[in-house]
């Protein structure tokens, strides 16, 4: 069985940083796909960061040279370092978990996610 969860998240003043981890259980992450989304109040699910199982990684436009994923094989785990945070950053993170070879940009096409860890951001 395919566990997936996130910790990391808390409130932070604008320009500040956190470091979101993503710890995936029954699955290898260098084998698998890995997708950070997030969702705020009211709004859809939107992709963050991604890894594939060769390293490539790919940003949503809001967060590039901002963020950075990485990956940790020996710990199974992803990381999400978030630095220059803004308000409209604040919202729950997820981590999504696919079989696939390139990094999808839709939930659908993660099977398993994470519970979600809530990141707020104050001006």
């Known amino acids: 069985q395919v566990q997936v969860v996130e910790s990391g998240g808390g409130l932070v003043q604008a320009g500040g940083s956190l470091r979101l981890s993503c710890t995936v259980s029954?699955?290898?992450?260098?084998?698998?796909?890995i997708g950070w989304f997030r969702q705020g109040p009211g709004k859809e699910r939107e992709f963050v960061a991604g890894i594939n199982t060769i390293g490539n990684t790919n940003y949503g436009d809001s967060v590039k040279g901002r963020f950075t994923i990485s990956r940790d094989n020996a710990k199974n785990t992803v990381y999400l370092q978030m630095n220059s945070l803004k308000p409209e950053d604040t919202a729950v993170y997820y981590c999504?978990?696919?079989?696939?070879?390139?990094?999808?940009?839709?939930?659908?096409?993660?099977?398993?996610w994470g519970q979600g860890t809530q990141v707020t951001v104050s001006s």
């Open positions: 999504g978990s696919a079989i696939y070879f390139e990094i999808s940009l839709y939930p659908h096409e993660y099977d398993y």
């Open positions: 029954g699955r290898t992450v260098s084998t698998s796909v």
